[in-house]
């Protein structure tokens, strides 16, 4: 069979998608060793390389990765036309809209920092509300405090971040989970291969749900 490339999120989804990837029966315990490594030729069948998640999905569009782990709120941000082939389950998080405890009114003509831009702007788009959306990269839950603006919207698990910025939801844009995500063409292209990982990983899901 073809080698399929797999592209895998650096991050909180690196650990749980090497266990789902031993799961299938890979034998990665001799690559535990250098993490540091960005490329990993696993064996004939299956090459891993090791990215930041907002550059899976361009990874795998572009045809460089056959498929990819990542999390659909990344997926969703990015735009790229990938086909999203399974939901894993793990990481379980939501993006959501948050605004000061004492100001949690959503009204027109809002600022909103956030590392997703472009959902964002389809929220408050789709809801006929002009907001001015400022992308930012990092400490987006500081911005109200600072007054860089007067909500954002940032990716929660349990919210504990937002109640310490004294934060609170008011509306939930996206739930999201580990997603295997795919290149258009590369089920075609590396057919019997592909979908043999792809299986693989979707029986892996379904034994962890199940346990």
Known sequence: MAQ?????????????????????????????????????????????????????????????????????????????????????????????????QTKPEVEPNLSIA????RLSTQYFRDRSLPARIIHVHGATELAPTVGLSDGIVDLVATGGTLQVNRLVEVATLLSSSARLIGNPAASNLKGDAFWHLVQGLRDATERGAES
């Open 114 to 117: 956030t590392k997703y831009p």
């Open 4 to 100: 399929i490339t797999l592209a895998l999120s650096k991050g909180r989804l690196l650990a749980p998608s090497w266990k789902a990837l031993e799961a299938c029966g890979y034998a990665l315990e001799p690559l535990n060793k250098d993490l540091r490594q960005a490329v990993f030729d696993v064996d004939e069948q299956l090459r891993l390389i090791i990215i930041r998640d907002d550059d899976v999905p361009t990874y795998v569009a572009y045809g460089t990765a056959d498929l990819g782990i990542v999390g659909k709120d990344v997926m969703e941000e990015s735009g790229e036309e990938v086909v999203e082939l399974a939901d894993l389950l793990y990481a379980p998080c939501r993006l959501v809209l948050a605004m000061p």
